[in-house]
T-cell receptor, first 118, second 116 residues
Framework: AQSVAQPEDQVNVAEGNPLTVKCTYS??????LFWYVQYPNRGLQFLLKYITGDNLVKGSYGFEAEFNKSQTSFHLKKPSALVSDSALYFCAVRDPHASGGGADGLTFGKGTHLIIQP | DTAVSQTPKYLVTQMGNDKSIKCEQN?????MYWYKQDSKKFLKIMFSYNNKELIINETVPNRFSPKSPDKAHLNLHINSLELGDSAVYFC???????????????FGPGTRLLVL
């Protein structure tokens, strides 16, 4: 079965500093990996995804993520944090080899609260 | 224009009642989903549905049933509501690609259900 782990419940970063939100995954084959962000009382917004190709994926709002197959990780990064980046971040995975047909949902991690301090 | 919309935004009801949450997407997608987010913010897939198949997460009670009047709508009907059903329910949609599982899912704003 596929799974995602986000080891940190909360990450605190000073504004202007680089940020990293960690994610590791477990799937039977090559994974498809996603990052979403949830602002308070809002739905999830898509940030970026890794399907294949370049291990460094660039997404919305200046975020990027690096796929590392040997470490089974897909950490989210941003070179310079903004206070407006404060939100709940979810890593998610889909396993193309999973059973259940072509319309299975995403498997999410438990989320990481990112707090950017002015 | 809102791509994926849900109504109502908030729903407060008594135990034992039957309620429905509506979801509409104007993206022309062919697959829709329902997710449940519990009080600890954990997100879990409940259903995924396209015009060919319904995939049900085996942990979802049969009191929950998705109903799709057409390709742009996937409503969630809940019978005999229980206290533990209190959560935020998110609808999502995607367009299945030739290479399955690669598509991006787009989420609605959520419906906050409180069962008293």
């Amino acid at each position: 079965a596929q799974s995602v782990a986000q080891p940190e419940d909360q990450v605190n970063v000073a504004e202007g500093n680089p940020l990293t939100v960690k994610c590791t995954y477990s799937v039977s084959g090559n994974p498809y990996l996603f990052w979403y962000v949830q602002y308070p009382n809002r739905g999830l917004q898509f940030l970026l995804k890794y399907i294949t190709g370049d291990n460094l994926v660039k997404g919305s709002y200046g975020f990027e993520a690096e796929f590392n197959k040997s470490q089974t990780s897909f950490h989210l990064k941003k070179p310079s944090a903004l206070v407006s980046d404060s939100a709940l971040y979810f890593c998610a995975v889909r396993d193309p080899h999973a059973s259940g047909g072509g319309a299975d949902g995403l498997t999410f991690g438990k989320g990481t609260h990112l707090i950017i301090q002015p | 224009d809102t791509a994926v919309s849900q109504t109502p935004k908030y729903l407060v009801t008594q135990m034992g009642n039957d309620k429905s949450i509506k979801c509409e997407q104007n993206l022309g997608h062919d697959t829709m989903y329902w997710y449940k987010q519990d009080s600890k913010k954990f997100l879990k897939i409940m259903f995924s549905y396209n015009n060919k198949e319904l995939i049900i997460n085996e942990t979802v009670p049969n009191r929950f049933s998705p109903k799709s009047p057409d390709k742009a709508h996937l409503n969630l009907h809940i019978n005999s509501l229980e206290l533990g059903d209190s959560a935020v329910y998110f609808c999502a949609s995607s367009q299945l690609l030739a290479a399955a599982y690669q598509e991006t899912q787009y989420f609605g704003p959520g419906t906050r259900l409180l069962v008293l």
